[in-house]
């Protein structure tokens, strides 16, 4: 197999590009450095073409590897036929392939294997031959002490065809082709509903669905009912279809007396062998293809988590709520150092109101604080009541931000919390967390496993290696878009810079409190472990903003910093012009004069690393995520009371999956915007119009108290 043109023709994208970027990936570099800084080589990849390419390399060498691997196997049974190798070699996937070898795998012991101990496998190939002569006297021959009778010989003999028409390629793509376009998923309510969560699968309890049509979130829904043993769940068909294109091909000679005993081994093979194996194909093919769905559907909820917009010079309280052990606050300042702690108790059962909002209004006036964080959790909603109060009475300018709390108390009792602050009791770090969130997303949720950030939907019951790979890379992604201030970012962070593990990570944290900060970029390569492939990946992604070199505050990597000074004497500066605040304006205009095109034949020079320079030229120190709408702040608090169908609100989209986005408008519950009343448009996914972080007008279609259920739409009608 040409790997190359293989991976050229399903991505559509030009073989040298493949070429140049496998190279690349052989070489050991980093997706993130590939991207940016090899953009001549790869044709201006993007990143998640870059990976497609990897992840499509992997699976093809494996593959590969696994021909190579079943045509040694089959050849130690002395059966690899020409046609046979010329099979496996053409071969594209891994399914194809196992299909091939199916016939040739070991097997426990079964009753077509016991029939061919007995000898009756030559009596099976001559009745498969179907010629004229009477099935009870080809039988006759072979009869023995083991074979003492004419049914046992038939039933042998069917037993092995049966087997050898069910492990026949061919034949189970034929029958793989019927189930999936006309079977049908039947659920039924388990005969015990297991769970007491079974009620969560209500909907199932008497439901079908064709099994081509069933979304992605209804497989992860009904397969954790099964497993939950709420549901009884199967593939069911008419079989007669299949049946009569199985015999088509088998039925060499309709008229042979052996002809209806085959179509009976046939049958049998159907009902007893194939159709349950390919009935469990099936689940695991729509589990597989619902797993990839839903993991990338969390991928792109957390990839738009991390990058929200950080909240800047603010002096933040941060509250994690609580009813008998109190609400933990913390009062931290706008670079996350933490300035205070203490504990106030005022909701049930101690009721020290009062004294809570004192304590509240010294802190926020001792420490300067014009924004509080409280965490979703229990006691949230009493916790935003007393802050209204608060508002309202001692501090009108103050506003509030409730803040989804998922992975909190994972961050709590990490490790990294723990050398953080090691004094602190876990609910303070958690705390602490709350404030931080708001500060800085990316820099603080990098801190927690993904999976427990809570933006998904079933990320429990998905792939967790799959989930776990997917969500390093968005992480790894996003961080390196953003870039990374050298001299205070976390060992946390650091390790998902491009290039640098944990253990690179904390020796850099080791050099900067022996040695003190880092003054210029090249200083890294004195960091131990960090040689020169990991200093060429990593430091165009790190940020020194106040270095000796301006241009370590850009995302030009120290490899073209020649390049940029040529760019910058060509509009008469200097890179330590771009410390003068003064002029960064005039140079930024100088620069959008320039002809890239023109610069990169002038000075030799890949035009898209042209480009990039005189982007990273005109904004040193720029962080992307400024550009972006802050979160929405509250100085007021409804209650699901208050709300009233027609009602307009404003509301942050806090997580987008495959039937709509639950919206958070300041109650309680979040609200559902159903993927119907997402757009006067068709979509067929909400992440065409949303991403979390968002924040829209939606409008109350109706609230069901009871039941805790806001049903909200963007489609908003004003009379």
């Known amino acids: 197999m040409d790997i190359i043109k293989q991976i050229a023709d399903e991505l559509k994208i030009h ?59 089959i050849q130690q049974q002395d059966k690899l036929t020409n046609d046979l190798a010329s099979s496996i070699g053409q071969a594209t996937t891994l399914q194809q392939l196992e299909d091939i070898y199916r016939p040739f795998r070991p097997k426990r012991r079964t009753r077509a294997s016991i029939a061919k101990e007995k000898g009756l496998e030559p009596l099976a190939q001559i009745l498969f031959r179907q010629e004229d002569d009477p099935l009870d006297v080809l039988c006759q021959a072979y009869l ?83 497993r939950l043993k709420a ?19 088998l039925i060499t000679n309709k008229i042979s007396p052996v002809a209806p005993w085959i179509q009976a081994a046939i049958e049998d093979s159907y009902h007893r062998l194939l159709a349950p194996s390919i009935e469990r194909e099936i689940r695991n093919q729509l589990t597989e293809t619902a797993e ?40 931290i300042n706008c670079f996350g150092d933490l300035l205070d702690t203490t504990t106030i108790y005022p909701h049930e059962p101690q009721n020290r ?45 103050l506003q509030y931000l409730v803040i989804n709390e998922a992975g909190a108390s994972v961050y709590s009792a990490s490790d990294i919390a723990r050398k953080e602050f090691p004094h602190l009791d876990v609910a303070m770090r958690g705390a602490v967390s709350i404030a931080r969130r708001v500060l800085d ?106 270095g000796e070199d301006p241009l370590d505050n850009t995302a030009v990597h120290p490899e073209s910093y020649g390049l940029a000074k040529k760019i910058l004497s060509l509009i008469g500066y200097k890179s330590k012009d771009l410390l003068d605040k003064s002029v960064i304006e005039e140079i930024r205009t100088k620069l959008t004069t320039l002809d890239g095109k023109q610069i990169a034949k002038e000075l030799e020079a890949g035009e898209p690393t042209v480009r990039d320079i005189l982007d990273s030229l005109g904004q040193p120190g720029r962080d992307p995520r400024d550009q972006l709408p802050p979160p929405l702040f509250r100085a007021d608090v409804l209650s699901l009371e208050d709300l009233k169908t027609g009602m307009i609100l404003q509301g942050s989209v806090q997580n987008v999956v495959d039937f709509g986005a639950f919206v958070d408008i300041g109650v309680k519950k979040a609200g559902l915007v159903h993927i119907s009343q997402i757009s006067d448009r068709y979509i067929k996914h909400p992440t065409e119009v949303l991403q979390v972080g968002d924040i829209i007008t939606v409008q109350v279609l109706s609230v069901e108290p009871k039941q805790g259920r806001i049903s909200l739409t963007m489609r908003v009608r004003e009379d």
């Open 231 to 249: 549901l009884k769940v199967k593939v069911i068909l008419e079989p007669d279809s299949i049946l009569r294109s199985l015999e088509k091909r």
């Open 353 to 397: 109101k009062n004294e809570a909002l004192k304590t509240l209004a010294r802190l926020i006036s001792d420490y300067d604080i014009s924004l509080v964080t409280i965490g979703n959790g229990t006691a949230c909603r009493e916790t935003e009541q007393l802050l209204a109060e608060l508002i309202k009475d001692y501090h009108p300018t």
């Open 292 to 331: 990839e769905h839903g993991i990338s559907i969390f991928g792109k909820n957390l990839h738009s988590l991390l990058l929200q917009a950080p909240v800047r010079h603010r002096n933040i309280l941060g509250v994690d709520p609580a009813y008998r052990t109190g609400c933990k606050i913390v009062a």
């Open 144 to 226: 023995t002490d083991e074979v003492p009778s004419l049914a046992d010989a038939k039933q042998g003999a069917s037993d092995i065809l049966a087997e050898q028409f069910a492990d026949d390629a061919s034949l189970r793509q034929i029958a793989r082709h019927y189930t999936w376009h006309q079977g049908i998923i039947q659920c039924e309510v388990a005969a015990k509903e297991g769970s007491e969560d079974a009620q969560e699968f209500k909907m199932y309890f008497d439901y079908q669905e064709p099994v081509h049509k069933i979304p992605p979130h209804r497989v992860l829904a009904i397969n954790r009912g099964e």
């Open 15 to 73: 073989h040298r590009q493949v070429k140049q970027t496998i190279a690349l990936l052989d070489e050991g570099n980093t997706i993130p450095f590939i991207a940016r800084y090899r953009k001549e080589m790869t044709g201006e990849l993007d990143e998640v073409v870059i990976r497609d390419v990897s992840d499509r390399l992997t699976y093809l060498r494996n593959l590969e590897a696994r021909k190579e691997e079943v045509t040694h196997l």
């Open 441 to 546: 997303p990316l820099a603080e949720l990098v801190k927690i496993d993904p999976k427990s950030i809570g933006v998904g939907l079933y990320q429990h019951d998905v792939n967790q290696k799959s989930l776990a790979k997917t969500l390093g890379e968005i992480v790894e992604s996003c961080v390196n878009y953003v870039g990374v201030e050298l001299n205070s970012a976390s060992p946390a962070l650091l390790r998902h810079v491009a290039g640098l593990s944990m253990p690179v990570a904390e020796e850099i944290l080791n050099h900067r409190q022996s040695i003190g900060e880092f003054r210029k970029r090249s200083q890294l390569k004195e960091v131990k472990g960090l040689g020169l492939k990991t200093f060429q990946q990593c430091a165009g992604f790190l940020r020194i903003s106040r």
